[in-house]
């Protein structure tokens, strides 16, 4: 038998594409914690290697409610395309997959990309305050949310605390009981907040905390309390007897 000369093989015509690295999720709106690579491949798996002309393009392939900001489209150098500052916005509780392109060869997907939510950014109502008897317990008590820019809510929080005040150009109003409220997951629920307030009037209440911006509630009304004390108010002056009272009487509630 003999043994031929040494002989070397190319890489065949440039067939797929495959993700060497895959993308990795981070706080929704920020850069993604890894940025994906792609390589082009032929139909055996190896590198197209002396490609650096092709162009591979990122969009998001599945999912409600995302989105890329950055450079989604990119050149391949020595067949490897590999993004930079993408970007990715989208809803925590969901998965996402982002898809890679290239002309006519077979496309790519990668793994599930998960967000998280971003920095506070402000509160908003979970539930309004509905009033009660005036200086009663609210017979609804609020709840407030703590929200990132992009309105989702920040389920690991459970540490900042949410202040009740009563609106700006609410007069005749005070507030008492617990005016502060912690949140857990996200949520900040008041209890034994009392109002009290002139019955028919329209009132209000802020949430604030820190610098996030605040949140206000629908306006409540409260009704009349139980009368707890009676005061005269005109004392009555006798007559003639059997006539009527030359001054009658005026009592008043309270």
């Known amino acids: 038998s003999a043994d031929s000369a040494s002989i070397t093989v190319t890489h065949a015509a440039a ?3 495959v993700i ?6 981070a706080s929704t709106g920020a850069n993604l914690a890894t940025q994906p690579v792609v390589e ?17 393009t990122i969009a998001v392939a599945s999912g409600v409610g995302g989105g890329l900001t950055g450079t989604k489209t990119v050149t391949a150098v020595n067949g490897v395309a590999t993004f930079t500052g993408l970007k990715f916005v ?5 998965a996402y997959t982002l898809g890679f392109t290239s002309g006519t060869l077979t496309a790519a997907t990668s793994n599930n990309v998960r967000v998280t939510a971003g920095a506070p950014n402000r509160l908003a109502m979970v539930t309004d305050p509905v009033g009660g008897a005036t200086g009663d317990a609210l017979s ?12 989702n809510i920040i389920t690991t929080d459970s540490s900042t605390v949410v202040t ?18 912690t949140m857990v997951n996200g949520v900040a629920t008041f209890a034994g907040l009392k109002f009290v307030g002139t019955p028919g009037t329209n009132y209000g209440l802020d949430f604030k905390s820190g610098a996030l911006t605040i949140a206000r509630s629908a306006t409540f009304t409260v009704t009349p309390n139980v009368a707890e004390s009676m005061t005269i ?3 009555p002056v006798g007559g003639a007897t059997g006539s009527n009272l030359t001054t009658q009487p005026r009592s008043e509630e309270h």
């Not at 060497?20 to 999720?25: E, K, M, S, W």
């Not at 989208?90 to 969901?94: M, T, V």
């Open 164 to 181: 009740a005040s009563i609106t700006s150009g609410s007069t005749g109003g005070s507030l008492s009981g617990s005016t502060t409220a």
């Open 233 to 235: 108010k005109t004392q």
């Open 40 to 56: 082009l491949q032929d139909r055996f798996g190896n590198l197209i290697d002396d490609d650096s002309t092709s162009s591979v």
């Open 90 to 94: 989208g809803l925590p509780a969901n």
């Open 140 to 151: 609804v008590q609020p709840a407030v949310k703590l929200l990132d820019s992009y309105g």
């Open 20 to 25: 060497r690295t895959q993308p990795v999720g």
């Open 15 to 17: 067939s797929q594409l």
